[in-house]
Nanobody, 123 residues
């Protein structure tokens, strides 16, 4: 089992940027495909993007692919989500997840989840 802890959320003005981090507890972090999801109040959990074990490939939700970048540093057991040109509708709790077999977009494809970090974008 792997524990995931997200950080980097906060309050930002529309048009601003944030970089979220997700630190994993295990040295076997490099074995996991990692994903980012978000959930706004009253809405279902939504796919943001995912990255392969070695970081060579990524896959993003169409709604966000022009504004986000996922990267990872396996030496630091950490995956990142860089978000630019933020909009008020990006306000949500952002979660990282681990354990999909490849670049999957459904939450059920991931085995492990962090507790999330709140991102609030003001207009």
């Amino acid at each position: 089992q792997v524990q995931l802890v997200e950080s980097g959320g906060g309050l930002v003005q529309a048009g601003g940027s944030l970089r979220l981090s997700c630190a994993a507890s295990r040295r076997t972090f490099s074995l996991y495909v990692m994903g980012w999801f978000r959930q706004a109040p009253g809405k279902e959990r939504e796919f943001v993007g995912t990255i392969t074990r070695d970081g060579s490939s990524t896959y993003y939700a169409d709604s966000m692919k022009d504004r986000v970048t996922i990267s990872r540093d396996n030496a630091k057991n950490t995956v990142y989500l860089q978000m630019n040109s933020l909009k008020p509708e990006d306000t949500a709790v952002y979660y990282c997840a681990a354990g999909a077999t490849y670049l999957r977009a459904h939450p059920n494809d991931y085995l492990y989840w962090g507790r999330g970090t709140q991102v609030t974008v003001s207009s």
